[in-house]
């Protein structure tokens, strides 16, 4: 055991745990804390792994962005409006379906590709220009869509709140 | 091993460093301040008065720290922290100057050489919204609430502009490394000059991400008592207070290193002089860029009265963004034309 598995641990066992109370916690706003923390043990992992763009894109968009809106939402219903906001255990049929499968697929994909990938992270330098050049040939399609999906989100968000009641 | 003992010096002294220069930032501001509205400032204790500074933090530290009864004690404390911490920590990858021979070791005059340094500082500063939003929250107070909310917004709002502003200086340079776009802009090819429109929303997204007068509506006092740090005492305050400063230090310093040269002096290497003379010159040239970029916030903020918080937003999304966006038209055609 050296100290990339001790590092690794460390930070896995961040994310694993703080991912457990996210699920577990019946306080939203602890809930959102736990959350702040696996996105961190998260980002740890990928510069661990050298993938330097994965990890900052992972805090820039989740931790300054998504995670900021959704505490905005959080703070701005649960003192105002008076209404103890409580996670509780709805719909566990559903859940435990979709858990199944999305598990599942991700086993999958890890044990057929596990032979494939070699245990050493690569030594490039840096990986910005690789993934920037991929986004704009080999996977401009998937790129597109994404960003459109988000023009259409946004749009949609804008109709909901001007819309007079 | 010899890279941390290494980098921990660094980190050491820079920290020191920019800790001394907050206290007396402070003292400057209302010097400067005083001399702007013909007044004579702080003269009583120490020489002109330069003792105020060590003066006031001895006061914030012997200060009662309170916490509101109904407010929440672990995020309460938690806020100040991540403040000061993210000021602080994006300094890491600011150069300050070129690689130096120490004792028989190359050392780079920068604590981290981060080979994403450019999104290293935007993720950062998109951290620093938590310390207000949180503070605001925690404190359960609606002025507190009100001020927390007023800073999330507008944060979230300027955090657009200054990104796509930098991303020209990124189109100019092609690179994320700080470094590289402080060797890009050796001689007078400053940025400032390449991108005018670029550096000019930086400069005012600076302003607006600083929580600096004309943008600071988050503690707007007429409105908002305090603002999010109404209740705050003792040296939490003090170091929401030390963590305003900071930021605007790192804020000079983001817009030197991209825009204004960093430690380049123009023709520097055409002078011969020996190596260390030559490092020499290129911190002093850092830090007096700095000195200049702190003066010019300091003037604005006794000269402009402060925006209506609709204008700020107007400004924000109806002229800010728009600018920056035709300044990446702009610069992207002016590359294809080979002009840079």
């Known amino acids: 055991m050296d100290l990339f598995d001790i590092v690794f641990y460390c930070f896995a066992l ?47 968009i989740y931790i300054g962005g998504i995670l900021v809106l959704m505490l905005f939402g959080v703070m701005l219903t649960n003192r105002v409006v008076d209404v103890d906001i409580k996670t509780g255990t709805l719909q566990i049929v559903p859940a435990a379906i979709l858990a199944a499968v999305v598990g599942g697929s991700l086993s999958g994909v890890f044990y057929s590709t596990w032979s494939t990938v070699s245990g050493t992270p690569s030594d490039v330098a840096t990986t910005t220009p690789a993934i920037g050049e991929m986004l704009m040939t080999s996977y401009i399609l998937p790129f597109e869509i994404a960003s459109i999906i988000l023009l259409v989100a946004l749009i949609g968000a804008a109709m909901i709140a001007r819309r007079k009641t | 091993m010899e890279f941390f003992i290494i980098s921990v010096i660094k980190i050491v002294i820079v920290l020191l460093i920019i800790l001394t220069v907050v206290a007396n930032l402070v003292y400057v501001e209302r010097k400067v301040s005083a001399a702007i509205q013909n007044r004579i400032g702080p003269n009583r204790v120490g020489p002109w008065g330069l003792l105020q500074s060590p003066a006031d933090v001895l006061k914030l530290f012997i200060k009662e720290d309170i916490v509101p009864s109904t407010a929440n004690p672990f995020i309460h404390s938690l806020a100040p922290v991540i403040s000061i911490s993210v000021a602080l920590v994006t300094f890491a990858v600011v150069p300050f100057g070129g690689s130096v021979e120490l004792f028989g070791h190359q050392v780079k005059l920068m604590i ?36 927390g909310l007023r800073a999330a917004a507008q944060l979230i709002s300027y955090e657009l502009s200054l990104g796509l502003s930098i991303i020209g200086v990124v189109m100019i340079s092609g690179s994320l490394e700080l470094d590289r776009i402080v060797e890009m802009q050796s001689g007078f090819q400053w940025n400032a000059f390449l991108t005018p429109i670029g550096f000019i929303t930086f400069i005012v997204a600076s302003f607006a991400e600083t929580n600096r007068l004309p943008f600071d509506l988050p503690e707007a006092e007429p409105e908002l008592v305090g603002g999010y740090h109404t209740e705050y005492s003792g040296m939490k305050f003090g170091t929401f207070f030390l963590a305003e400063y900071a930021n605007m230090i790192t804020a000079s310093s ?45 003037w604005i903020r006794w000269t402009i009265p402060r925006f209506r918080y609709d204008q700020l937003m107007n400004l924000g999304w109806k002229v800010m963004l728009p600018l920056a966006l035709v300044n990446l038209v702009i610069t992207g055609g002016l590359i294809l034309a080979g002009l840079f």
């Open chain 2, 254 to 298: 983001l817009i030197v290193t991209l825009f204004l040269g960093g430690w380049q002096f123009p023709f520097l290497e055409t002078f011969g002089l020996p190596a260390m003379m030559a490092t020499v010159v290129q911190v002093l040239t850092f830090v007096t860029k700095v000195a200049f970029v702190l003066f010019f916030f300091i």
């Open chain 2, 112 to 147: 981290a050489d981060v080979n994403i340094g450019v999104l290293y500082i935007l993720a950062l500063t998109s951290l620093g919204v938590y310390g207000v939003t949180l503070s605001g929250w925690s404190s359960n107070n609606k002025y507190s609430l009100l001020g």
């Open chain 1, 14 to 60: 961040i994310a694993v745990g703080s991912a457990v109370v996210v699920v577990f916690s019946r306080n939203i706003m602890y809930a959102a804390f736990a959350l702040l923390f696996a996105f961190f043990g998260i980002a740890g992992l990928y510069v661990l792994l050298q993938a330097d763009f994965l990890a900052v894109t992972q805090i820039l």
